[in-house]
Nanobody, 123 residues
Framework: QVQLVQSGGGLVQAGGSLTLSCAPS????????IGWFRQAPGKEREFVGG????????YYTDPAKGRFTFSRDPAKDTVYLQMTNLKPEDTGVYYC????????????????WGRGTQVTVSS
């Protein structure tokens, strides 16, 4: 079964930057839109935003605007989440998911997911 393979993440000081990547474990017949979510300890999974199947369109929720950037490299079939000016409240496990419903914030609309990667921002 296809999964998304995530990498990146780690520990960074407030104001720092991190880049997460997300790629399918095998080639898929269709090109999916990718959504990014995060989950802080004790909180529900939160939609951060996403990128369309061909990288032409992006959507950012308020916490991500101006600090996060979604991009897509078709040659590598990889999606990136670049995060800058990180804040302690950005701490959590970040997940990418594949969907045919562009920019949906409903987890049930995602066909498959990555296992998540931890991002920890220290103050």
């Amino acid at each position: 079964q296809v999964q998304l393979v995530q990498s990146g993440g780690g520990l960074v000081q407030a104001g720092g930057s991190l880049t997460l990547s997300c790629a399918p474990s095998e080639r898929t017949e269709i090109t999916y839109a990718i959504g990014w979510f995060r989950q802080a300890p004790g909180k529900e999974r939160e939609f951060v935003g996403g990128i369309g199947p061909y990288g032409l369109n992006t959507y950012y929720t308020d916490p991500a605007k101006g600090r996060f950037t979604f991009s897509r490299d078709p040659a590598k079939d990889t999606v990136y989440l670049q995060m800058t000016n990180l804040k302690p409240e950005d701490t959590g496990v970040y997940y990418c998911g594949a969907t045919t419903i562009v920019f949906t914030s409903t987890p049930a609309n995602y066909a498959f997911w990555g296992r998540g990667t931890q991002v920890t921002v220290s103050s």
